[in-house]
C-alpha cells in the first residue's frame, strides 16, 4: 500500500531564509516522487519528479529534493525563500502498475518580510 | 497552448439540483482524473479514466458520475446523492501508465451548493 505524510501542515520562513517541507512516503515497489505547488484558488503546478535516475533533483523556481530510500524521505528544499513562495505544497507518491497518484495533506509556506 | 481547461471556474447551486463541471485538455493525454478538496485533506480522487469509454471510482465516488466520450473531455456530474458538495474541484490528465508521468492540473472550479 502506498501512503504520503507531510511532517508539517505549516511551515514560516523569513524571506532569504532556507526553506525545508518534509515528507515521507510508503509504497511496496520502487516509486515514482513529485512535488506540486499550489497558489489560492489556483490548480497545482508540478515544481520536481523523482523517477529512478539522480537521486537529488532539481525542480523550477530553485526548489530541490533529495530521494533518500532508507529514509523513504523526499524532503523539498530552497536556499533562500521568496515572498512568491507563499503557497501550498503538495508531495506525491506513485507506484508501478497503477494508475493513482496518493497526495499528501499539503504544507502551507508562509514567507515573512 | 496546450493545457487543461476547466469551466466554469464559479458555480452556484441550490440543494436538491445536478451540476456538470467540465473538463476538456488538449494535451493528446489518455488518463484523465477528478479530485476534490477541501481544506487540511489535500486532495481526495472522485473517479479516473485510463482510456475513452472507460473510467473507475477513485476514494469518494458516492454522489458523483462521470463520462467519457471524448479523449480530450472528461465531465463531472455532481449528483443531488452527494451530502457535501460544496468544494473545490481539481481535473487532470497523465499521459498514461509509465511511472514517470506527471499530472498536469487544470484551475479548478469552486462549487457553493446552499
Known amino acids: 500500500a502506498q501512503s504520503v505524510t507531510q511532517l508539517d501542515s505549516h511551515v514560516s520562513v523569513s524571506e532569504g531564509t532556507p526553506v525545508l517541507l518534509r515528507c515521507n512516503y510508503s509504497?511496496?515497489?520502487?516509486?515514482?516522487l513529485f512535488w506540486y505547488v499550489q497558489h489560492p484558488n489556483k490548480g497545482l503546478q508540478l515544481l520536481l519528479k523523482y523517477t529512478s535516475a539522480a537521486t537529488l533533483v532539481k525542480g523550477i523556481n530553485g526548489f530541490e529534493a533529495e530521494f533518500k530510500k532508507s529514509e523513504t524521505s523526499f524532503h523539498l528544499t530552497k536556499p533562500s525563500a521568496h515572498m512568491s513562495d507563499a503557497a501550498e505544497y503538495f508531495c506525491v507518491v506513485r507506484s508501478s502498475g497503477t494508475y493513482k497518484y496518493i497526495f499528501g495533506t499539503g504544507t502551507r509556506l508562509k514567507v515573512l518580510a | 497552448d496546450g493545457g487543461i481547461t476547466q469551466s466554469p471556474k464559479y458555480l452556484f447551486r441550490k440543494e436538491g439540483q445536478n451540476v456538470t463541471l467540465s473538463c476538456e485538455q488538449n494535451l493528446n493525454h489518455d488518463a484523465m482524473y477528478w479530485y476534490r478538496q477541501d481544506p487540511g485533506q489535500g486532495l481526495r480522487l472522485i473517479y479516473y479514466?485510463?482510456?475513452?469509454?472507460?473510467?473507475q471510482k477513485g476514494d469518494i465516488a458516492e454522489g458523483y458520475s462521470v463520462s467519457r466520450e471524448k479523449k480530450e473531455s472528461f465531465p463531472l456530474t455532481v449528483t443531488s446523492a452527494q451530502k457535501n458538495p460544496t468544494a473545490f474541484y481539481l481535473c487532470?490528465?497523465?499521459?498514461?501508465?509509465?511511472?514517470?508521468?506527471?499530472?498536469?492540473f487544470g484551475p479548478g472550479t469552486r462549487l457553493t451548493v446552499t
Open positions: 479514466s485510463q482510456i475513452v469509454n472507460d473510467f
Open positions: 509504497s511496496s515497489y520502487s516509486p515514482s
Open positions: 487532470a490528465s497523465s499521459m498514461g501508465l509509465a511511472l514517470s508521468y506527471e499530472q498536469y
